[in-house]
C-alpha cells in the first residue's frame, strides 16, 4: 500500500508540474514596464551620494567639498542648480523653500541624518556652470538660565558692565 501511494503522490507531481496555465490579464500587467524606475537606478536628473559628507548631510557625487568653519560649510562643483536642490530637499525636513533667480534657499531645516536638536540653513547658489552649496548652522543659543544678575549676564556675552569688551585686543 505504501508503493502505491508513493506512485501517487509522483504521479500527482508530474502532472502538477506539466500543466502550465495561461497567465491572468492582472499578472500580465503587472509584469509590463512600469514608468517608475527600480529601486537600484537613478532617475533622470537624480544625483547618487558620494563619499563626503558635512553635519550629517552626504554630498552627492560631483560636489567637493572646498571648506568646513565652525557652523558652515562650503562645496562647488559641476552640477545643475536643480539636481542639487532636489537631492537637497530629499534629505532634509523642510516647511519652507525659497526659490529666486540667484539660487534656491532652504532658511531652516534639520537634516534627516543629522542631528534632530541642529537648524541649519542650506543655499544652493549657481556659479557660472558650476553650483555652490553652502550649509550654515543657525541653532539658536540655549536661553540664559533664569535669575543672572545683570553683571552676569554681561560678563556672558563678553563685556563688562559698562560695555567694554572683558579682553582688549592690543593690535600693534
Given at each position: ?55 550629517g548631510l552626504k554630498l552627492p557625487r560631483g560636489l567637493a567639498l ?65 553650483t555652490e552649496l553652502v550649509v550654515r548652522d543657525v541653532t539658536p ?32
Amino acid at each position: 500500500m505504501s508503493a502505491l501511494t508513493g506512485a501517487a503522490v509522483t504521479a500527482a507531481l508530474c502532472l502538477s508540474m506539466g500543466c502550465k496555465k495561461s497567465p491572468s490579464p492582472d499578472a500580465a500587467a503587472s509584469a509590463a514596464p512600469s514608468s517608475v524606475p527600480p529601486v537600484d537606478r537613478l532617475a533622470p536628473g537624480e544625483l547618487p551620494p558620494g563619499t563626503e559628507a558635512v553635519f550629517g548631510l552626504k554630498l552627492p557625487r560631483g560636489l567637493a567639498l572646498q571648506g568646513v568653519f565652525p557652523g558652515a560649510a562650503h562645496a562647488f562643483g559641476p552640477l545643475s542648480l536643480e539636481d542639487v536642490s532636489n537631492y537637497v530637499r530629499a534629505r532634509v525636513d523642510v516647511k519652507r523653500v525659497e526659490l529666486g533667480a540667484v539660487g534656491t534657499v532652504f532658511p531652516a531645516v534639520h537634516l534627516l541624518e543629522g542631528d534632530p536638536t541642529r537648524l541649519y540653513r542650506i543655499e544652493v547658489n549657481p556659479r557660472g556652470l558650476n553650483t555652490e552649496l553652502v550649509v550654515r548652522d543657525v541653532t539658536p543659543p540655549p536661553p540664559p538660565p533664569p535669575g543672572l544678575s545683570d553683571a552676569e549676564r554681561w560678563k556672558r556675552a563678553g563685556y563688562n558692565p559698562d560695555g567694554t569688551p572683558l579682553k582688549s585686543l592690543d593690535l600693534r
